[in-house]
């Protein structure tokens, strides 16, 4: 049981400094979309155009059946999302979709989410 603690504690922290190692990098820029999409395929086991795919109604539960994403990743996947959006703003709904489901998921209200929410339901086609 412990091994298994721990080894998901490891998918976790390796997670979170791909996500965050990604959210460093100009992820609006065309030229890292390729980095991006390979990094989320080998940590998430989908790649950007697989994550595009997926229904809006199986999004939330596809996201938690992948062991690795916990709350804080769940919040650095939206972030990632978020700014994939301001090039593509495809990605909008899908970082909102995140963002609510951790507004509700959460004991603790938090400012920056709630204004990150804002932000993209007054994009043009934010509010989904």
């Known amino acids: 049981m412990m091994e298994h603690r721990d080894y998901l504690m490891k998918q976790f922290e390796q997670l979170a400094i791909v996500l965050r190692s990604l959210l460093s990098k100009n992820t609006a ?3 890292t979309r390729p980095t991006v ?5 080998e940590q998430l ?3 950007l155009d697989q994550l595009r795919t997926i229904e809006e109604d199986r999004w939330i539960d596809t996201l938690l ?5 916990n709350t804080p990743n769940l919040k650095l996947l939206a972030d990632l999302l978020s700014a994939l959006g301001t090039a593509d703003p495809a990605w909008n709904p899908k970082s909102l ?3 609510r489901h951790l507004e509700r998921s959460e ?3 938090s400012l920056e989410r709630n204004a990150k929410i804002d932000k993209i339901e007054s994009l043009p086609g934010g509010d989904s």
Do not use: C, D, F, R
């Open 107 to 109: 004991k603790t209200y």
């Open 29 to 31: 820029a065309p030229e």
């Open 45 to 47: 086991g989908y790649n």
């Open 37 to 41: 999409s390979q990094e989320l395929s």
């Open 65 to 69: 059946a992948i062991p690795s994403l």
């Open 97 to 99: 979709l995140i963002y």
